[in-house]
Structure formats: structure tokens, C-alpha cells
């Protein structure tokens, strides 16, 4: 049993295969004077499964709607006719549909990175400004989420350029997971300073050391400008969320800022004017939140790293298109798209007959492979050819 590789054997070597095979089979091949890799696949059938069968209309989508409880049917059937336009789809359209949307977005995205750096630079200082002055534990908290803003968006900055730059001999894989990677150690720096201010805070209630709290007008001003820019920022970053990962830990970070800031405010605001007990416990409330928010994160970079499963909706895009990619292909045999960082590896095995020349099987397969990983979001495939699918399961352990 062979193992899944990319097939990717030297021009002489692939050469000296169909010189083997036509001598073998001059009936055959011998008459070919095209290069090989041009004409070894046969052009995949548009739907060989009448998969257009199933699309519904809009006006049986319409008549859906008005049903009684039909709502969630038409729901069903809207995304099963997005999922049958997918599939139907070549795969040079996906790709040429992704570069659009990059090429679109290269700029705004870039905007939103710079905007936030410089206003959580800005911020940063107006935050702990006001913290200082007032003396309250929930504007404190507030204060040391900014710091950790700015620290996040250099770190990220710096991650990017980092990963683009990195040498292939020494780092074969890339550097696509350094942004994963730096998103989880910063996570656990965030928690471990939030940590700190639960405990001061509940030392705080404990000695009554907050009682001569006084209200701050500019500090009450200085965090409401912040909220202020934090929702412009969370709103323009919201539409790009999707087209990088960095917008998207970006917009998650305004997201939390809006309730940490809004929160903020008001429990100093109540510590001062109410109650004195509010502001650490508003404190202990906002590091809490932070924690649970930055824990979160962390979880789902972990199974990026550690080989979580692609989406079902991308497998069936995977079986689909490898079934329909050649009538040489007889049959598959398994399929797998994980995550390794923020992108998929692919592994995709194949049966064909036994007697495919070893020039057709390796070139069919090849060019499979160079189709998924023009996919977007695919780092890696690998194709595995073999002539019976009885055995077990490659790569696993019995």
C-alpha cells in the first residue's frame, strides 16, 4: 500500500515512462505526436448526475415561503441550490472568483489594518489618560484592553510580513500559521493581565479601598470618544471580516471593545454616583468577559493547528469535482481537507484500472491536484492513485 504523496517525478523520469508505455503499446500511443500532459484527461462531463434536476425555481421558492411552516423547507432548498451551482461550477471559475474578491478587497483590507493601528495607538494613550486620572478599576480595565489592542495589531503587522517573507528551504510549509500561532500566545498574555485585574479588583471590595471614588467628567469623555471611533472601525471592518484573517481577529477585537468600553462607563459612572462598589465589581465583570472572549479565540485557533475538518459543504465540492475530473477515474476512495493554520490540506484517493499506463495515471493525477490547489483557501493536495479501493485506509494506524 503506497503512501499519499504528490506525485511529482522529474520531466526525465516522466519521459522515460511514455517512452515505456508506447513501446509497450504502439497500437495505442504510438501515433500521439501532442504532448501528453495537454491530452490525457478527457474533458470532465458538465453534469453527468443531473444535479440541475434538483435545483428549485423561485417561484416554487415563492410558493415555499407561503406555506405554513414552509420557511425552513425554502431555507433547505435555497442552499441546496447554491451548493448544486458549487458543484456545477468549474473549478477555474472558483478560482478566478477568489483573485476577484482578493484583488477587490487588497485595498480595504489594508485601510482597516493601518486605521485600527493607528487609532488603538491613539486610544491607547487617551484610555490610560483617563484610567490614571479617575482612579476607577473599570476604566483601568478598560485602559489595559487598549493597551493589549495596540499590542495585538503590531503583533499581527508584524506576523504578516513575517509569514510572507519566510525561506521555503528552511520552511518548506510556509509561514500561514505564524498568524495562528500568534493569535494563541496572545490570548494567554491577555488572560493572564486580565487576571491580575480581577485581583486587585476583588482586593478592592475586600478593604473598601474603592469608597472615595470620585466622578471624572473627562474621563467619562475620553473612553465615550473611543467607543465612539471603536464603532466606526467595528462597522467598517465587519463587511471584510471574510476576505482576511487578520480583519477578521480585528473586527472580533472592536466587537468586545464596544461592550468592554460601553460597560466601562457605566459601572465608573455608578461607582462614583451610586454605589462604590460598582466600579470594582464592574472591574471583575469586564476582565472576566475579556477572558472568556480571548478564550474563545484561543479554542478555535487551537483547531485550526491541531487538524480540524473542513466544511462539509467543501468536501462535497472535492468528491464532485475528483469524480467528474476524468472518465479514467473509476472510482474514489476517500477524501480529507483539514485545516493545517488557517488554510486546507487536501488528500484525495483514487481508483483506475489496473491497466492506465503509468504516464496517464501520473499526468490524470497531477493535474487534479494543480486544480484543488488553485482552490481557494487549499495550501496543499495530495493525490493518491491505486487500482482497488478493498484495502484499508491510507495513513492510518491500526
Given at each position: 500500500?503506497?503512501?499519499?504523496?504528490?506525485?511529482?517525478?522529474?520531466?526525465?523520469?516522466?519521459?522515460?515512462?511514455?517512452?515505456?508505455?508506447?513501446?509497450?503499446?504502439?497500437?495505442?500511443?504510438?501515433?500521439?505526436?501532442?504532448?501528453?500532459?495537454?491530452?490525457?484527461?478527457?474533458?470532465?462531463?458538465?453534469?453527468?448526475?443531473?444535479l440541475k434536476e434538483g435545483v428549485v425555481s423561485d417561484t416554487e421558492l415563492a410558493?415555499?415561503?407561503?406555506?405554513?411552516?414552509?420557511?425552513?423547507?425554502?431555507?433547505?432548498?435555497?442552499?441546496?441550490?447554491?451548493?448544486?451551482?458549487?458543484?456545477?461550477?468549474?473549478?477555474?471559475?472558483?478560482?478566478?472568483?477568489?483573485?476577484?474578491?482578493?484583488?477587490?478587497?487588497?485595498?480595504?483590507?489594508?485601510?482597516?489594518?493601518?486605521?485600527?493601528?493607528?487609532?488603538?495607538?491613539?486610544?491607547?494613550?487617551?484610555?490610560?489618560?483617563?484610567?490614571?486620572?479617575?482612579?476607577?478599576?473599570?476604566?483601568?480595565?478598560?485602559?489595559?484592553?487598549?493597551?493589549?489592542?495596540?499590542?495585538?495589531?503590531?503583533?499581527?503587522?508584524?506576523?504578516?510580513?513575517?509569514?510572507?517573507?519566510?525561506?521555503?528551504?528552511?520552511?518548506?510549509?510556509?509561514?500561514?500559521?505564524?498568524?495562528?500561532?500568534?493569535?494563541?500566545?496572545?490570548?494567554?498574555?491577555?488572560?493572564?493581565?486580565?487576571l491580575i485585574v480581577i485581583v486587585e479588583s476583588a482586593r478592592s471590595l475586600i478593604?473598601?479601598?474603592?469608597?472615595?471614588?470620585?466622578?471624572?467628567?473627562?474621563?467619562?469623555?475620553?473612553?465615550?470618544?473611543?467607543?465612539?471611533?471603536?464603532?466606526?472601525?467595528?462597522?467598517?471592518?465587519?463587511?471584510?471580516?471574510?476576505?482576511?484573517?487578520?480583519?477578521?481577529?480585528?473586527?472580533?477585537?472592536?466587537?468586545?471593545?464596544?461592550?468592554?468600553?460601553?460597560?466601562?462607563?457605566?459601572?465608573?459612572?455608578?461607582?462614583?454616583?451610586?454605589?462604590?462598589?460598582?466600579?470594582?465589581?464592574?472591574?471583575?465583570?469586564?476582565?472576566?468577559?475579556?477572558?472568556?472572549?480571548?478564550?474563545?479565540?484561543?479554542?478555535?485557533?487551537?483547531?485550526?493547528?491541531?487538524?480540524?475538518?473542513?466544511?462539509?459543504?467543501?468536501?462535497?465540492?472535492?468528491?464532485?469535482?475528483?469524480?467528474?475530473?476524468?472518465?479514467?477515474?473509476?472510482?474514489?476512495?476517500?477524501?480529507?481537507?483539514?485545516?493545517?493554520?488557517?488554510?486546507?490540506?487536501?488528500?484525495?484517493?483514487?481508483?483506475?484500472?489496473?491497466?492506465?499506463?503509468?504516464?496517464?495515471?501520473?499526468?490524470?493525477?497531477?493535474?487534479?491536484?494543480?486544480?484543488?490547489?488553485?482552490?481557494?483557501?487549499?495550501?496543499?493536495?495530495?493525490?493518491?492513485?491505486?487500482?482497488?479501493?478493498?484495502?484499508?485506509?491510507?495513513?492510518?494506524?491500526?
Open positions: 500500500m503506497s503512501d499519499a504523496r504528490p506525485t511529482t517525478p522529474s520531466t526525465s523520469g516522466s519521459s522515460l515512462a511514455r517512452k515505456e508505455s508506447r513501446s509497450a503499446v504502439p497500437d495505442q500511443v504510438s501515433d500521439l505526436d501532442l504532448d501528453v500532459e495537454q491530452t490525457s484527461v478527457i474533458p470532465p462531463r458538465k453534469d453527468p448526475f443531473q410558493a415555499l415561503k407561503n406555506r405554513r411552516k414552509g420557511k425552513r423547507l425554502a431555507h433547505y432548498q435555497t442552499k441546496q441550490n447554491d451548493l448544486i451551482d458549487s458543484l456545477l461550477k468549474p473549478l477555474e471559475a472558483h478560482t478566478e472568483e477568489a483573485k476577484v474578491e482578493e484583488d477587490a478587497a487588497r485595498l480595504p483590507v489594508k485601510i482597516a489594518i493601518w486605521a485600527s493601528l493607528i487609532a488603538n495607538l491613539s486610544l491607547c494613550i487617551l484610555q490610560m489618560y483617563a484610567a490614571i486620572s479617575s482612579l476607577s478599576l473599570s476604566l483601568l480595565a478598560t485602559g489595559i484592553d487598549s493597551i493589549f489592542d495596540l499590542g495585538s495589531n503590531v503583533l499581527l503587522f508584524w506576523l504578516h510580513r513575517k509569514a510572507a517573507r519566510m525561506d521555503m528551504n528552511k520552511w518548506p510549509v510556509g509561514g500561514a500559521r505564524l498568524e495562528t500561532i500568534g493569535n494563541i500566545v496572545y490570548g494567554f498574555l491577555m488572560g493572564s493581565v486580565n478593604t473598601k479601598s474603592d469608597e472615595d471614588l470620585k466622578f471624572h467628567l473627562p474621563s467619562v469623555v475620553a473612553v465615550g470618544s473611543a467607543l465612539a471611533v471603536k464603532f466606526l472601525l467595528f462597522l467598517y471592518c465587519y463587511s471584510l471580516r471574510k476576505n482576511s484573517s487578520q480583519v477578521q481577529v480585528l473586527w472580533e477585537d472592536h466587537r468586545n471593545d464596544l461592550w468592554i468600553n460601553t460597560f466601562g462607563i457605566l459601572m465608573s459612572t455608578g461607582g462614583a454616583k451610586l454605589r462604590w462598589w460598582l466600579d470594582p465589581t464592574g472591574a471583575i465583570i469586564i476582565a472576566l468577559g475579556v477572558i472568556i472572549a480571548w478564550g474563545r479565540t484561543v479554542y478555535s485557533q487551537f483547531e485550526l493547528l491541531a487538524g480540524k475538518s473542513a466544511p462539509h459543504d467543501f468536501l462535497q465540492l472535492l468528491i464532485y469535482k475528483a469524480a467528474t475530473f476524468s472518465h479514467e477515474i473509476e472510482k474514489i476512495d476517500t477524501v480529507r481537507a483539514y485545516h493545517s493554520g488557517p488554510d486546507y490540506f487536501v488528500e484525495i484517493d483514487i481508483a483506475m484500472n489496473a491497466t492506465t499506463p503509468l504516464w496517464k495515471a501520473h499526468d490524470i493525477s497531477q493535474q487534479l491536484q494543480d486544480k484543488i490547489e488553485s482552490l481557494p483557501n487549499v495550501e496543499r493536495a495530495f493525490v493518491h492513485v491505486d487500482h482497488e479501493t478493498t484495502h484499508q485506509p491510507e495513513h492510518r494506524k491500526a
